[in-house]
């Protein structure tokens, strides 16, 4: 049994420099969302929503599944860049859509600065309960203000023009609403990845896993999280001006609970801290709810009620869990080392 | 050869004959939720229509393909009118139980032209925001207006005031009430929001500052369903009446299927509405007896089934009218001016605004021989258009 030569020839070493590398089977998601566009156009409002949720549940997944930020309140950013958006193009001030994802950016990634710089001298349920607290608070906020925002009836027939002059959005057969809501997600989730595979994305993992150790080796721990929440915000800001700009419509409820819970539903359901893990919890829990609400409208939450509980009883580290078990059962070993 | 040719030609005959037999027609509603009971009953309606009505709808064929709404969000709903539209070819479509989502469809209503039939929505404006949108059910405006104008001459009220659930029903109520109320010399003194909609709150410190300021009428909007129990418990627990308040407001305070959870506190609460289930007309004693003989005894038609009864009358009028070939422009003319005896009384569909044309009841709940809570009319408004539009008030003039 030799020794390695020099370190960065450890296995140890070499699995966690190449962590980071593109992997084959890492394209299949993409390959499958462009062929889904081409295979069902009817589809394709289903497939818009779905993407949009994917990209909310990565902003969810960096802050929850990467820094351990427990928050039940992420609609709260969704609804600012949705309403930004929504309000700007409403009110015929900004409408031009991709520069509109990008003020939702920011207002978004301003209210997670705010609300991070106070909420994350926290931790556990206090935290859990300022961010539901944070929500409720915008989503009463947008109510009263009814006459900028539409209040509950929401702001309705939102004009936005065409994607570069040239694309227009179709409402009943969405396909450049469809594209363009896969490319911004394209755009954001490379920037996630780079972002949770560089130093500052391990520093995080770090926190998540062992504060006090973070602490004591002299890591900035309260401004990594506040930096890593108000990119989380940010990213759930455009997903809400995806949404809003998509179904040219922005109401209540991209401020609501339920928007903030379902999320947290579908990155367990995935299996949070995985990257992929909001692609495949997504597209189950969607995909279930939409295709079982379909042919059976009265009974389908059953079907969907019954996935969790089954879910949450075998399978603690969600559907991606249940095939790194699987790998491990079977002994195949990881590619890397 | 010559075979083959007239047989290939039967095919194509026998296949464009079925396919104007066939009227394919979308439901939306929100079958699962909060408004789910809300669904049950417009479903029963609407089924109940075909089931009485099955001689008229021949020899065509009406097949009905339920989406769930699930919630209020508008992006469920929008879905589930893309599919209906684009994937199960619909020549018809109608529900929609919320506001919100009436408004977050339009853009599709219009773009995918086909006649889109409002069972239930009731924000006054909604009519304007599509050409193809038809309203069998309501605006807010109805019955708020109609009992503002009601309590200033009828039970002669000087002073109101009003506590409304905080979202756009209750907000168009307040203001309807509000304008009818005050352009008949009643005043208005205080108007309380008491909370939301989605759950039914303590309405003793919003109804206690109501007593202590001592109006005529108190006029109380809330969403019909749970919240109207707590309303009555509420009113009869701070001695409310013997303060001489009268407790006021649209049918939504007094609806049918939870009228008799109330209790007796609910004795003598006056509304204003375009249906309840104890309305004197041959109509509606068909269609109340039809349907307990359906649904069982203890169960009770409200003006939610009625929505959905008139709106699948309003379907097979067109399928009749256009012979179950349904071309959208042929159809909304077909509903222009239709008229219809409705378990609600006469009703029809204005030409100009395609919204509901109906009469208005006051009524006084009393206590009926069988023990049992009932509603009597005591005015009747005949044909009201949906003042909003009439007077073209904030959205509603964008027409």
Same mark, same amino acid.
């Given at each position: 049994?030799?020794?390695?030569?020099?370190?960065?020839?450890?296995?140890?070493?070499?699995?966690?420099?190449?962590?980071?590398?593109?992997?084959?089977?890492?394209?299949?998601?993409?390959? &499958?969302?462009? /062929?889904?566009?081409? !295979?069902?156009?009817?589809? $394709? #409002?289903? =497939?818009?929503? +779905? *993407?949009? @949720?994917?990209?909310?549940?990565?902003?969810?997944?960096?802050?929850?599944?990467?820094?351990?930020?427990?928050?039940?309140?992420?609609?709260?950013?969704?609804?600012?860049?949705?309403?930004?958006?929504?309000?700007?193009?409403?009110?015929?001030?900004?409408?031009?859509?991709?520069?509109? &994802?990008?003020? /939702?950016?920011?207002? !978004?990634?301003?209210?997670? $600065? #705010?609300? =991070?710089?106070? +909420? *994350?001298? @926290?931790?556990?349920?206090?935290?859990?309960?300022?961010?539901?607290?944070?929500?409720?608070?915008?989503?009463?906020?947008?109510?009263?203000?009814?006459?900028?925002?539409?209040?509950?009836?929401?702001?309705?027939?939102?004009?936005?023009?065409?994607?570069?002059?040239?694309?227009?959005?179709?409402?009943?057969?969405?396909?450049?609403?469809?594209?363009?809501? $896969? #490319?911004?997600?394209?755009?954001?989730?490379?920037?996630?990845?780079?972002?949770?595979?560089?130093?500052?994305?391990?520093?995080?993992?770090?926190?998540?896993?062992?504060?006090?150790?973070?602490?004591?080796?002299?890591?900035?721990?309260?401004?990594?999280?506040?930096?890593?929440?108000?990119?989380?915000?940010?990213?759930?800001?455009?997903?809400?001006?995806?949404?809003?700009?998509?179904?040219?419509?922005?109401?209540?409820?991209?401020?609501?609970?339920?928007?903030?819970?379902?999320?947290?539903?579908?990155?367990?359901?995935?299996?949070?801290?995985?990257?992929?893990?909001?692609?495949?919890?997504?597209?189950?829990?969607?995909?279930?709810?939409?295709?079982?609400?379909?042919?059976?409208?009265?009974?389908?939450?059953?079907?969907?009620?019954?996935?969790?509980?089954?879910?949450?009883?075998?399978?603690?580290?969600?559907?991606?869990?249940?095939?790194?078990?699987?790998?491990?059962?079977?002994?195949?070993?990881?590619?890397?080392? | 050869?010559?075979?083959?040719?007239?047989?290939?030609?039967?095919?194509?005959?026998?296949?464009?004959?079925?396919?104007?037999?066939?009227?394919?027609?979308?439901?939306?509603?929100?079958?699962?939720?909060?408004?789910?009971?809300?669904?049950?009953?417009?479903?029963?309606?609407?089924?109940?229509?075909?089931?009485?009505?099955?001689?008229?709808?021949?020899?065509?064929?009406?097949?009905?393909?339920?989406?769930?709404?699930?919630?209020?969000?508008?992006?469920?709903?929008?879905?589930?009118?893309?599919?209906?539209?684009?994937?199960?070819?619909?020549?018809?479509?109608?529900?929609?139980?919320?506001?919100?989502?009436?408004?977050?469809?339009?853009?599709?209503?219009?773009?995918?032209?086909?006649?889109?039939?409002?069972?239930?929505?009731?924000?006054?404006?909604?009519?304007?925001?599509?050409?193809?949108?038809?309203?069998?059910?309501?605006?807010?405006?109805?019955?708020?207006?109609?009992?503002?104008?009601?309590?200033?001459?009828?039970?002669?009220?000087?002073?109101?005031?009003?506590?409304?659930?905080?979202?756009?029903?209750?907000?168009?109520?307040?203001?309807?009430?509000?304008?009818?109320?005050?352009?008949?010399?009643?005043?208005?003194?205080?108007?309380?929001?008491?909370?939301?909609?989605?759950?039914?709150?303590?309405?003793?410190?919003?109804?206690?500052?109501?007593?202590?300021?001592?109006?005529?009428?108190?006029?109380?909007?809330?969403?019909?369903?749970?919240?109207?129990?707590?309303?009555?418990?509420?009113?009869?627990?701070?001695?409310?009446?013997?303060?001489?308040?009268?407790?006021?407001?649209?049918?939504?305070?007094?609806?049918?299927?939870?009228?008799?959870?109330?209790?007796?506190?609910?004795?003598?609460?006056?509304?204003?509405?375009?249906?309840?289930?104890?309305?004197?007309?041959?109509?509606?004693?068909?269609?109340?007896?039809?349907?307990?003989?359906?649904?069982?005894?203890?169960?009770?038609?409200?003006?939610?089934?009625?929505?959905?009864?008139?709106?699948?009358?309003?379907?097979?009028?067109?399928?009749?009218?256009?012979?179950?070939?349904?071309?959208?422009?042929?159809?909304?003319?077909?509903?222009?001016?239709?008229?219809?005896?409705?378990?609600?009384?006469?009703?029809?569909?204005?030409?100009?605004?395609?919204?509901?044309?109906?009469?208005?009841?006051?009524?006084?709940?009393?206590?009926?021989?069988?023990?049992?809570?009932?509603?009597?009319?005591?005015?009747?408004?005949?044909?009201?258009?949906?003042?909003?539009?009439?007077?073209?008030?904030?959205?509603?003039?964008?027409?």
């Amino acid at each position: 049994m030799s020794a390695p030569t020099s370190a960065h020839e450890h296995p140890a070493a070499r699995a966690l420099a190449g962590r980071h590398r593109i992997r084959l089977w890492e394209i299949i998601p993409w390959l &499958l969302a462009i /062929a889904f566009y081409f !295979a069902f156009p009817r589809y $394709l #409002g289903f =497939g818009t929503e +779905l *993407l949009v @949720t994917i990209l909310f549940a990565i902003s969810l997944d960096l802050a929850l599944g990467y820094a351990g930020i427990v928050t039940l309140g992420h609609a709260a950013f969704f609804g600012a860049g949705a309403y930004t958006a929504g309000m700007l193009a409403f009110h015929h001030i900004w409408s031009e859509p991709i520069t509109g &994802l990008i003020a /939702a950016a920011v207002v !978004a990634g301003a209210v997670g $600065l #705010g609300s =991070g710089l106070v +909420l *994350l001298r @926290t931790t556990g349920l206090t935290l859990l309960m300022l961010t539901l607290c944070t929500m409720a608070l915008l989503e009463e906020a947008a109510n009263l203000g009814g006459h900028y925002t539409g209040g509950f009836d929401g702001l309705p027939g939102i004009d936005i023009p065409p994607l570069f002059g040239m694309f227009e959005f179709n409402p009943l057969y969405p396909r450049v609403q469809y594209l363009y809501v $896969l #490319g911004v997600l394209f755009v954001c989730f490379v920037f996630v990845r780079t972002l949770v595979y560089s130093p500052f994305g391990q520093s995080l993992t770090g926190i998540r896993e062992n504060t006090l150790r973070m602490h004591a080796v002299g890591a900035p721990v309260r401004v990594r999280l506040i930096v890593c929440y108000t990119i989380s915000a940010a990213i759930a800001g455009v997903a809400g001006a995806l949404w809003a700009q998509s179904n040219a419509y922005v109401n209540l409820s991209t401020l609501g609970l339920d928007r903030a819970a379902t999320v947290l539903i579908i990155l367990v359901l995935g299996g949070y801290g995985r990257l992929y893990g909001a692609f495949v919890g997504a597209v189950a829990y969607m995909a279930l709810s939409h295709f079982l609400s379909k042919y059976f409208p009265t009974a389908w939450q059953l079907g969907l009620g019954l996935l969790l509980v089954v879910i949450a009883l075998f399978a603690r580290n969600g559907i991606l869990g249940i095939f790194e078990t699987l790998q491990r059962r079977i002994g195949i070993k990881r590619p890397s080392p | 050869m010559k075979r083959l040719i007239a047989a290939s030609a039967a095919v194509v005959i026998l296949a464009n004959w079925a396919h104007a037999q066939e009227v394919k027609v979308g439901v939306s509603l929100p079958y699962t939720g909060v408004a789910a009971e809300i669904a049950q009953q417009m479903d029963r309606g609407l089924e109940l229509y075909l089931k009485l009505n099955a001689d008229k709808i021949k020899p065509y064929k009406i097949t009905l393909i339920k989406r769930d709404t699930k919630d209020p969000a508008g992006a469920n709903a929008k879905l589930a009118l893309q599919e209906l539209l684009t994937q199960d070819n619909a020549d018809i479509v109608t529900g929609w139980v919320y506001s919100p989502n009436a408004i977050a469809i339009a853009p599709i209503v219009t773009a995918g032209k086909k006649l889109a039939i409002i069972m239930n929505a009731g924000t006054a404006h909604i009519t304007n925001l599509s050409p193809y949108y038809v309203r069998v059910s309501f605006s807010m405006w109805h019955a708020g207006f109609a009992m503002g104008e009601a309590a200033a001459k009828i039970l002669k009220a000087k002073t109101a005031a009003v506590g409304y659930t905080d979202f756009p029903p209750g907000k168009d109520s307040l203001n309807a009430f509000k304008r009818g109320f005050e352009a008949n010399g009643g005043k208005v003194i205080d108007e309380i929001p008491m909370g939301g909609a989605g759950a039914v709150p303590d309405f003793t410190p919003f109804f206690q500052r109501v007593k202590d300021q001592k109006p005529d009428v108190f006029f109380v909007f809330i969403p019909s369903g749970d919240h109207a129990a707590a309303v009555a418990k509420t009113y009869g627990a701070l001695n409310m009446r013997q303060a001489n308040i009268r407790l006021i407001g649209p049918g939504d305070v007094t609806v049918d299927n939870k009228l008799q959870d109330m209790g007796a506190a609910a004795v003598g609460i006056i509304t204003m509405h375009h249906y309840n289930a104890d309305l004197d007309n041959p109509e509606n004693k068909r269609f109340v007896a039809a349907w307990k003989k359906e649904y069982g005894a203890d169960t009770t038609p409200d003006f939610t089934s009625v929505g959905a009864y008139d709106g699948m009358a309003a379907i097979v009028h067109v399928v009749q009218t256009l012979k179950g070939k349904i071309v959208t422009d042929k159809a909304i003319d077909a509903l222009k001016g239709w008229k219809f005896s409705s378990p609600r009384g006469p009703i029809m569909i204005d030409p100009v605004t395609r919204d509901i044309v109906m009469n208005e009841y006051l009524s006084e709940v009393a206590t009926g021989p069988d023990g049992k809570l009932h509603q009597k009319v005591i005015g009747t408004i005949v044909n009201v258009k949906d003042p909003c539009k009439e007077l073209k008030i904030g959205p509603c003039a964008s027409n």
